[in-house]
């Protein structure tokens, strides 16, 4: 516990002087919500929709903060961390690998967290947003999306040979990600062709079921999407601890 | 009682050359052993093997009565390690990294007094990058003297340090090794080798060429000094020049 309570507080301190997450994670989610409420706030999604253009794109603003924070964030940190032998230190004291990952998945967690709190003031200020589903429900939808966001991150930096390659899969992984998944530019507007693609990234299943359960949309229409987040969590955990290396 | 470390036909190959060939060593507890050769002798490598951080290909190594491999958790809490070149987390301070070393240990020596002992107090705030090379080295040492060690690593201990900071760095070892510390360093400086090791053994190409005490190397080698009869060892006298 004193371990896992020192690394935290100084991690994350780090990560705040690095700048790289909060910037990211933070910033980046909030000026794509502020452009996208500018454009068609309080409009329709599209015509005759029953919902504002802002409440139904909440839940996907609160993914971008999600997929910065675990497919770059966290990664690229280990990755670091693993190039420029910090972890190679490690190696040789007690702390197990495990612990070292919790630590970077609770300070991003924490990040993206902030992100989600600040979303819903800003929505909710200047947008009139009011969340129509159960806000219990979205809380563990987001967890779930957080989870398989993350483990898939993880397995990257996991997998990865050098800094380089983590570098390049995580953007080859994060960029489709934040432009075709409806994170930043919405699904709604895609052709339906397009749509058919993008559905096979976990992030799209992940932003179907967080729009489900911010506009209280009954269950099951979004069950797919979690198994499939289930599925892609726990494949790429158990990936992400059996490949772990220190050096 | 039981040796600290045996290692028993040691051998470790890298792209089809070997790096470490079969190198048997036992150290008593209290000793300080040095492990000396040229660069690429294979310091370095024997003493990632011996701690399990590189896997080798065959021999054994028992390291406070554990392998290190398999016992990792239980064994590094009693034993600190200073690798060659140690590298930190961008913009970590100094306290920050003394702090999360210690936390990581369930009985840590203060690491305020150590910072004194090796004259880095008031450098508590600045970060890591920020510290001369000198300076870093001597953190470097310190950090693996944190974990309160029954058994200690150091490899090239006092590189890039000024005359003043390496004899305090030798003295401050020598009163943890009276206390019972065993150490295992390697050096490039034979005054340092002179000072601190009971015994030494040196390695050429991956291969133990001797090994004994200081005397012991010297009367069996034609040269008074340690300097002259470890180049003669290391056959470095030769006209090789591979370093140059």
């Given at each position: 516990?004193?371990?896992?309570?020192?690394?935290?507080?100084?991690?994350?301190?780090?990560?705040?002087?690095?700048?790289?997450?909060?910037?990211?994670?933070?910033?980046?989610?909030?000026?794509v919500?502020?452009?996208?409420?500018?454009?068609?706030?309080?409009?329709?999604?599209?015509?005759?929709?029953?919902?504002?253009?802002?409440?139904v794109s909440f839940g996907a603003f609160t993914a971008i903060a999600i997929c910065a924070?675990g497919l770059?964030?966290?990664?690229?940190?280990?990755?670091?961390?693993?190039?420029?032998?910090?972890?190679?230190?490690?190696?040789?004291?007690?702390?197990?690998?495990?612990?070292?990952?919790?630590?970077?998945?609770?300070?991003?967690?924490?990040?993206?967290?902030?992100?989600?709190?600040?979303?819903?003031?800003?929505?909710?200020?200047?947008?009139?947003?009011?969340?129509?589903?159960?806000?219990?429900?979205?809380?563990?939808s987001y967890?779930l999306v957080v989870l398989s966001i993350y483990s898939i991150g993880?397995?990257?930096?996991?997998?990865?040979?050098?800094?380089?390659?983590?570098?390049?899969?995580?953007?080859l992984v994060y960029f489709p990600m934040l432009f075709f998944s409806g994170a930043t530019i919405p699904y709604e507007i895609m052709p339906k062709g397009a749509q058919v693609v993008m559905d096979v990234l976990p992030l799209t299943q992940g932003i179907k079921l967080l729009k489900g359960t911010s506009l209280?949309l009954?269950?099951?229409n979004t069950i797919i999407s979690i198994v499939i987040l289930g599925a892609v969590s726990?494949?790429c955990?158990?990936?992400?601890?059996?490949?772990?290396?220190?050096? | 009682?039981?040796?600290?470390?045996?290692?028993?036909?040691?051998?470790?190959?890298?792209?089809?050359?070997?790096?470490?060939?079969?190198?048997?060593?036992?150290?008593?507890?209290?000793?300080?052993?040095?492990?000396?050769?040229?660069?690429?002798?294979?310091?370095?490598?024997?003493?990632?093997?011996?701690?399990?951080?590189?896997?080798?290909?065959?021999?054994?190594?028992?390291?406070?009565?554990?392998?290190?491999?398999?016992?990792?958790?239980?064994?590094?809490?009693?034993?600190?390690?200073?690798?060659?070149?140690?590298?930190?987390?961008?913009?970590?301070?100094?306290?920050?990294?003394?702090?999360?070393?210690?936390?990581?240990?369930?009985?840590?020596?203060?690491?305020?007094?150590?910072?004194?002992?090796?004259?880095?107090?008031?450098?508590?705030?600045?970060?890591?990058?920020?510290?001369?090379?000198?300076?870093?080295?001597?953190?470097?040492?310190?950090?693996?003297?944190?974990?309160?060690?029954?058994?200690?690593?150091?490899?090239?201990?006092?590189?890039?340090?000024?005359?003043?900071?390496?004899?305090?760095?030798?003295?401050?070892?020598?009163?943890?090794?009276?206390?019972?510390?065993?150490?295992?360093?390697?050096?490039?400086?034979?005054?340092?080798?002179?000072?601190?090791?009971?015994?030494?053994?040196?390695?050429?190409?991956?291969?133990?060429?001797?090994?004994?005490?200081?005397?012991?190397?010297?009367?069996?080698?034609?040269?008074?000094?340690?300097?002259?009869?470890?180049?003669?060892?290391?056959?470095?006298?030769?006209?090789?020049?591979?370093?140059?």
């Amino acid at each position: 516990m004193k371990a896992f309570n020192t690394l935290f507080r100084i991690e994350l301190k780090l990560s705040i002087r690095d700048m790289n997450i909060p910037i990211f994670g933070i910033a980046l989610p909030i000026i794509v919500a502020v452009v996208i409420g500018l454009v068609s706030g309080n409009k329709p999604a599209f015509e005759g929709a029953d919902y504002s253009m802002i409440t139904v794109s909440f839940g996907a603003f609160t993914a971008i903060a999600i997929c910065a924070t675990g497919l770059m964030g966290m990664p690229l940190t280990v990755a670091d961390y693993r190039h420029k032998k910090v972890l190679k230190r490690y190696m040789v004291t007690p702390v197990s690998p495990a612990l070292l990952l919790l630590v970077q998945f609770v300070i991003n967690l924490i990040m993206s967290v902030i992100s989600l709190v600040l979303l819903y003031f800003i929505c909710t200020l200047f947008w009139d947003y009011h969340m129509a589903g159960n806000i219990g429900w979205f809380l563990l939808s987001y967890l779930l999306v957080v989870l398989s966001i993350y483990s898939i991150g993880m397995m990257l930096a996991s997998i990865a040979p050098n800094l380089k390659t983590a570098n390049l899969l995580c953007t080859l992984v994060y960029f489709p990600m934040l432009f075709f998944s409806g994170a930043t530019i919405p699904y709604e507007i895609m052709p339906k062709g397009a749509q058919v693609v993008m559905d096979v990234l976990p992030l799209t299943q992940g932003i179907k079921l967080l729009k489900g359960t911010s506009l209280g949309l009954p269950i099951e229409n979004t069950i797919i999407s979690i198994v499939i987040l289930g599925a892609v969590s726990l494949i790429c955990m158990v990936l992400s601890l059996k490949f772990f290396r220190w050096e | 009682m039981k040796k600290p470390l045996v290692v028993k036909g040691l051998r470790k190959s890298h792209n089809n050359t070997v790096a470490v060939k079969e190198l048997s060593l036992e150290i008593s507890k209290g000793e300080i052993f040095g492990l000396l050769g040229h660069n690429g002798a294979g310091k370095t490598t024997s003493i990632e093997c011996i701690l399990g951080v590189k896997k080798y290909d065959s021999g054994s190594v028992e390291l406070l009565g554990m392998s290190p491999a398999a016992d990792r958790k239980k064994l590094f809490e009693k034993v600190g390690v200073q690798f060659q070149l140690t590298n930190y987390h961008e913009k970590i301070r100094v306290s920050e990294i003394c702090e999360v070393t210690s936390s990581l240990y369930k009985e840590p020596a203060d690491w305020q007094g150590l910072l004194k002992s090796f004259g880095l107090s008031g450098m508590e705030k600045r970060t890591v990058a920020e510290l001369s090379g000198g300076e870093r080295q001597r953190l470097s040492v310190l950090l693996a003297l944190i974990p309160n060690p029954e058994f200690v690593f150091l490899d090239e201990l006092t590189t890039g340090l000024d005359s003043k900071a390496r004899r305090d760095v030798w003295k401050y070892l020598e009163k943890l090794k009276s206390g019972g510390l065993t150490i295992f360093l390697t050096s490039h400086y034979m005054d340092e080798v002179e000072t601190l090791c009971d015994r030494v053994c040196i390695l050429k190409k991956g291969k133990m060429v001797v090994t004994g005490s200081i005397n012991e190397l010297l009367e069996q080698s034609p040269y008074d000094t340690l300097e002259e009869a470890y180049l003669w060892y290391s056959g470095e006298e030769e006209s090789e020049n591979e370093s140059i």
